[in-house]
């Protein structure tokens, strides 16, 4: 008994008729009569009672009709998944990023990503850079997102996504939380407070391009603590911070957020998606081909 033996029993009951169900499976009926009275002979019971009008199931058909049925649904449900799975709307898909990333644009993509993918299933890893690539080279983590240019990432394929404003983040009764926007000279000698966790020091090797000379002096304090412990910090007054945007959303620590200029504009950072060339997972060019570049 094959598969297709069993397509045309399933057709043969759902049209009453052999060459209805010939008709539907685009098959000579003399094929469909044929084999369905091969697998008659092979159980050794009559499946459909044979008229003039038609063909009609027999009790034994009845029941042999039931598994036949779910079995055929079975396999259709197999092959959809597969084809799904191959052409990356069906799987699983791991994702790293920095931990200041959650509250940010990241976290949109995301949920956007789940409801418009319902059976990729996402998971989210949150670790530091050097972390997140040993996943990357390990073929644990499908592709990482995180501060940086597009092509800077030795062995590694890179993309570049949105962008985010730079903040410094102060205490509400500092002199410069009454402005709009700060630009880098009004920085100068103040005391930044930085995570060692991942992008701290990327946003510290920031400040110190734009504040490079001898007499900006700022003074860099460096804390083995998360994003909210910093803030904290920032809204006892022990310092103020660089942040990127996305931090914005988080309020209630007597903190402000003002953006960054110079004499271009916003101080912007930029985020890239990064993966090994030789990834073969299917979902993960579904995912970056959702990850649309914004500014």
């Excluded at 789940?114 to 040993?134: C, D, G, K, M, Q």
Aim: proline share 5%; hydrophobic share 40%.
């Amino acid at each position: 008994m094959e598969l297709r033996h069993l397509h045309y029993i399933v057709a043969s009951a759902r049209n009453g008729s052999f060459s209805a169900a010939a008709n539907e499976l685009n098959v000579r009926q003399p094929i469909v009569s044929k084999r369905i009275r091969e697998i008659e002979d092979e159980l050794g019971i009559p499946l459909f009672d044979r008229s003039s009008s038609g063909a009609r199931l027999t009790p034994a058909g009845e029941e042999f009709i039931i598994d036949a049925r779910r079995i055929v649904e079975d396999v259709r449900c197999l092959t959809e998944r597969t084809r799904a799975s191959k052409a990356g709307k069906r799987g699983r898909f791991v994702i790293g990023f920095y931990k200041s990333l959650s509250p940010g644009h990241l976290r949109k993509v995301l949920s956007e990503f789940r409801r418009s993918h319902s059976a990729i299933e996402i998971e989210p890893v949150e670790a530091s850079y050097s972390e997140l690539r040993a996943g990357l080279i390990a073929g644990v983590v499908d592709t990482v997102i995180i501060l940086g240019d597009e092509g800077n990432f030795n062995r590694l394929n890179s993309r570049a996504l949105w962008s985010e404003r730079l903040v410094v983040a102060l205490p509400e009764n500092h002199p410069l939380a009454e402005k709009s926007v700060i630009y880098w000279p009004e920085l100068k000698g103040e005391r930044f407070l930085f995570s060692r966790h991942d992008p701290g020091p990327d946003i510290r090797n920031i400040l110190l391009r734009h504040l490079a000379a001898p007499s900006d002096h700022p003074e860099i304090v460096m804390r083995c603590v998360g994003l909210g412990n910093i803030l904290s910090e920032v809204g006892s007054g022990e310092g103020i911070s660089l942040q990127c945007e996305a931090v914005s959303d988080i309020t209630g620590l007597g903190v402000v957020y003002r953006p960054v200029h110079d004499g271009s504009g916003a101080t912007r950072v930029g985020y890239v998606a990064c993966w090994r060339p030789d990834n073969t997972n299917p979902v993960l060019k579904t995912f970056l081909d959702a990850l649309k570049p914004k500014c």
